[in-house]
């Protein structure tokens, strides 16, 4: 876990904290199951599609946001 990347004096709660493990658990689980996609250009788009998807959701705090896509994960 990196602080650096938290703007100074913010605090997260511990419900914030574990919502990030397990947005980041369901990230890792993604990126490994891609890995058995047999065509590599296939699994390329796929990638990117995850990460790009994780990236546009990066700052949402909404915990429906986040638990819809923990509940579809």
Avoid: C
């Avoid at 004096?9 to 990230?27: A, D, P």
């Avoid at 599609?49 to 994960?73: C, I, L, P």
């Amino acid at each position: 876990l990196r602080y650096t990347r938290m703007p100074p004096g913010q605090l997260t709660s511990i419900l914030q904290f574990l919502r990030r493990q397990q947005v980041l658990q369901l990230y890792r689980r993604i990126l490994r199951a891609l890995r058995d996609v047999p065509a590599e250009a296939d699994r390329r788009h796929l990638q990117e599609w995850a990460r790009e998807e994780f990236r546009r959701n990066k700052d949402a705090t909404e915990e429906v946001r986040s638990g819809s896509w923990m509940q579809s994960g």
